[in-house]
T-cell receptor
Framework: GNSVTQMEGPVTLSEEAFLTINCTYT??????LFWYVQYPGEGLQLLLK?????DKGSNKGFEATYRKETTSFHLEKGSVQVSDSAVYFC??????????????FGKGTTLSVSS | GAGVSQSPSNKVTEKGKDVELRCDPI?????LYWYRQSLGQGLEFLIY????????KSGLPSDRFSAERTGGSVSTLTIQRTQQEDSAVYLC??????????????FGPGTRLTVT
């Protein structure tokens, strides 16, 4: 079956530190991969995505590369800010080019950045 | 334009009561999804609508859960005879084909349900 595993938090960093949140997946076929972010009191927002192997998704200084050989999609940011404090979810969908394909989420990683 | 909206934002109910949760998707989005976010289980898919029909109900946890969508727009998730394990945040999402062949899902803020 399809599943996503991401590192458990919380992750606590100082401002300007380097961030990595690990995510690995199990899937049949060629899934599309996503990182969603949930800021305190808000809904889930799509942060970045990648639809095929070696694609790099990027947004707001965050990056993740679709690695088929290691079935990974690790999230990175070179210099975190206090405003990046949130819960980050790695997700996949087996058929992102079809309406109605549910997202399969990891359990989420809480990031806390202090100044 | 407006995003996905959900109401109520918070709902406290007594065990055994029925509750209705509402989702108003982004205008023009034909696909609508319900998910549940709970501490123990993380984010789980519940049901998907395409227009007014629900081709995938595979995630509904029991027959106490049902959902409908009318007019290809607003959807209501109903939980009958609520139990404490139903306490969770219920999230709604809608999607469209974003011009890249990829159906992107946009989420609402959720309804936090607490069953006492």
């Amino acid at each position: 079956g399809n599943s996503v595993t991401q590192m458990e938090g919380p992750v606590t960093l100082s401002e300007e530190a380097f961030l990595t949140i690990n995510c690995t997946y199990t899937a049949t076929g060629y899934p599309s991969l996503f990182w969603y972010v949930q800021y305190p009191g808000e809904g889930l927002q799509l942060l970045l995505k990648a639809t095929k192997a070696d694609d790099k998704g990027s947004n707001k200084g965050f990056e993740a590369t679709y690695r088929k050989e290691t079935t990974s999609f690790h999230l990175e940011k070179g210099s975190v800010q206090v405003s990046d404090s949130a819960v980050y979810f790695c997700a996949l969908t087996p058929h992102a080019n079809q309406a109605g394909t549910a997202l399969i989420f990891g359990k989420g990683t809480t990031l806390s950045v202090s100044s | 334009g407006a995003g996905v909206s959900q109401s109520p934002s918070n709902k406290v109910t007594e065990k055994g009561k029925d509750v209705e949760l509402r989702c108003d998707p982004i205008s023009g989005h034909t696909a609508l999804y319900w998910y549940r976010q709970s501490l123990g289980q993380g984010l789980e898919f519940l049901i998907y609508f395409q227009g007014n029909s629900a081709p995938d109900k595979s995630g509904l946890p029991s027959d106490r859960f049902s959902a409908e969508r009318t007019g290809g727009s607003v959807s209501t998730l109903t939980i009958q005879r609520t139990q404490q394990e139903d306490s969770a945040v219920y999230l709604c999402a809608s999607s469209f084909e974003g011009g890249t062949g990829l159906y992107e899902q946009y989420f609402g803020p959720g309804t936090r349900l607490t069953v006492t």
